[in-house]
């Protein structure tokens, strides 16, 4: 019975690893292989991006919608190149202003 339900606790625990969802953290930019399909690993760039947005000391991750015009993003969204992988577009947030 005890091995049972370790079993059945490991499954639900394996179950719940995944492939992220659009807007969650990655760790593989310029990669779709831990986002959902339709998606890739992006660099977030803000307002206040650094002078070398290569640096990997500064770079964040989120998983995008890849795009490939603007009318496939949502409102705040604007389709641009993945830093990197300047041939991928995805969805990425504009600044407010």
């Given amino acids: 019975m005890r091995s049972l339900v370790l079993l059945s ?3 639900l625990s394996l179950a719940a690893c995944g492939p992220n969802a659009v807007n969650e953290a990655c760790a593989y930019p310029d990669d779709s292989r ?3 399909d339709g998606a890739i690993c992006s660099q977030d760039i803000g307002a206040a991006a650094p002078e070398d947005p ?3 000391s500064w770079s ?3 998983c995008r919608t890849d795009c490939t015009t603007g009318a496939a993003c949502p409102a705040g969204y604007a389709c641009r ?3 990197g992988r300047e041939m991928h577009s995805s969805c990425q ?3 407010a202003d």
């Fill in 9 to 11: 606790l490991l499954g």
């Fill in 54 to 56: 290569f640096d990997p």
């Fill in 81 to 83: 190149s993945v830093v």
């Fill in 34 to 36: 831990d986002c959902v």
């Fill in 60 to 62: 964040s991750y989120t």
């Fill in 93 to 95: 947030p504009v600044a």
